[in-house]
T-cell receptor
Framework: SQQGEEDPQALSIQEGENATMNCSYKTSINNLQWYRQNSGRGLVHLILIRSNEREKHSGRLRVTLDTSKKSSSLLITASRAADTASYFCATDVSLGGYSTLTFGKGTMLLVSP | GAVVSQHPSWVICKSGTSVKIECRSLDFQATTMFWYRQFPKQSLMLMATSNEGSKATYEQGVEKDKFLINHASLTLSTLTVTSAHPEDSSFYIC????????????FGPGTRLLVL
């Protein structure tokens, strides 16, 4: 089964509001990454948080990681219509000497003007 | 940042034909490359992991004889969908990891395959 599970599956907000997406996972991780994908397009890497970090910021993005609860959250502040996209968390897990990324199901974010 | 390209960006083919997708790391040497498949409104599913010069490791449920992966050089991996059928229509995304920055995977822009 997939390592990461996001919630909510879909989120609809107005411009200017904050959007929070959550991700839960099952096993120990090296790091957790968040990606964005516009409809039918490739992935855009947003932010990486290591297993020994608890919070990280990048512009309007804030990511938290709670390894005891095996969960992470992505907060987008002051959202814009251009933030409309699908957001995926991905866990970097070591397997047999190399590491691999496993993606969650994603959250579809719709930001209305 | 590191760049990964894919070619073609989209392809339409008839059922029964084979399609080759190329994935190139443009400014770094990729010791490991990954192939993902994404169906509409779904997440990325890892199909296989390939290390340069060795056979690919396929995920459970992925037919190795149908999805041929070749990682012959440190900058090129190819995925060949053999005898494609309509159910193989999907978005195929490759990613590459270099041996220097092994914690970061760089993703290609994806290839959309439509099998008629």
């Amino acid at each position: 089964s997939q390592q990461g599970e996001e919630d909510p599956q879909a989120l609809s907000i107005q411009e200017g509001e904050n959007a929070t997406m959550n991700c839960s996972y099952k096993t120990s991780i090296n790091n957790l990454q968040w990606y964005r994908q516009n409809s039918g397009r490739g992935l855009v890497h947003l932010i990486l948080i290591r297993s020994n970090e608890r919070e990280k910021h990048s512009g309007r993005l804030r990511v938290t990681l709670d390894t005891s609860k095996k969960s992470s959250s992505l907060l987008i502040t002051a959202s814009r219509a251009a933030d409309t996209a699908s957001y995926f968390c991905a866990t970097d897990v070591s397997l047999g000497g190399y590491s691999t990324l496993t993606f969650g199901k994603g959250t579809m974010l719709l930001v209305s003007p | 940042g590191a760049v990964v390209s894919q070619h073609p960006s989209w392809v339409i083919c008839k059922s029964g034909t084979s399609v080759k997708i190329e994935c190139r790391s443009l400014d770094f040497q990729a010791t490991t490359m990954f192939w993902y498949r994404q169906f509409p409104k779904q997440s990325l599913m890892l199909m296989a992991t390939s290390n340069e010069g060795s056979k690919a490791t396929y995920e459970q449920g992925v037919e190795k004889d149908k999805f041929l992966i070749n990682h012959a050089s440190l900058t090129l991996s190819t995925l060949t969908v053999t005898s494609a059928h309509p159910e193989d229509s999907s978005f195929y995304i490759c990613s590459a990891r270099d041996h220097a920055g092994w914690k970061t995977q760089y993703f290609g822009p994806g290839t959309r395959l439509l099998v008629l």
